[in-house]
């Protein structure tokens, strides 16, 4: 079985699962048990633009920002280095 990532240079398939889940349009990433994820994909809509990395700097370098209600730690140092 193989699996579809996302990393800086765009998709890939890979023999292991991403360990992080992120949303495209969004441009954030974060745990895949994410509470706000999914009540998202609950929703509808969200799994379309649905995405996974394999690790977090593979989604830092693909320019994705961490999730405020997962990660809320990794969320305030990501604002507090924006310009």
């Given amino acids: 079985m193989s699996y579809l990532l996302t990393g800086p240079a ?3 398939r890979s023999e292991a699962p991403g360990t992080l889940g992120g949303h495209r349009r969004g441009r954030r990433y ?6 706000a994820a999914l009540r998202a994909l609950r929703g509808g809509g969200y799994a379309a ?3 996974f990395f394999a690790d977090e700097a593979t989604a830092v ?3 994705y920002r961490p999730c405020a209600a997962c990660l809320p730690e990794r969320y305030r140092s990501w604002r507090l280095t924006r310009p």
């Fill in 30 to 35: 974060g745990r895949l048990d994410c509470p």
């Fill in 61 to 63: 370098a693909a320019g």
């Fill in 49 to 51: 633009d649905r995405v």
């Fill in 10 to 12: 765009g998709t890939y």
